[in-house]
């Protein structure tokens, strides 16, 4: 704070009316990617613990457990953040069409001089 002013403050309420359909596509996909990354890292910790663990006498060598590991770390954010896109191509549409009916997200926040 410089000497002799007072920050100013004051209540902002805006209302958000319109969302960029592929702004929200793009962070929900990258929202969406990251979740899958820790979903697919878990999955190929579940799957390279069943591994040590061994299989039953006649079961398989391992190796499926290790590629459906590597894959899982692979894929799961490849597809989530794909599926996050369409999401979000798709969320955004409908609130663009539901805000022109119902009014939009109202939020409300306070302004400071930083």
């Known amino acids: 704070m410089r000497c002799g002013t007072i920050p100013a403050t004051m209540n902002t309420k805006i209302v958000v009316r319109r969302i960029g359909v592929i702004s929200m596509a ?3 996909g990258v929202i ?4 899958g990354l820790i979903v697919g890292t878990v999955f190929s910790l579940i799957a390279v613990t069943g591994e040590a663990v061994g299989s039953p006498v006649g079961g398989s060598s391992g190796l499926s457990e290790t590629m459906m590991g590597i894959g899982a770390i692979i894929l799961f954010p490849i597809v989530c953040g794909v599926a996050g896109f369409v999401l979000g191509l798709l969320s955004g549409a409908i609130y663009n069409l539901a805000v022109r009916i119902i009014g939009g997200v109202a939020i409300e926040g306070v302004q400071s001089e930083s």
């Open 32 to 35: 969406y990617s990251m979740i």
């Open 26 to 28: 793009k962070i929900m």
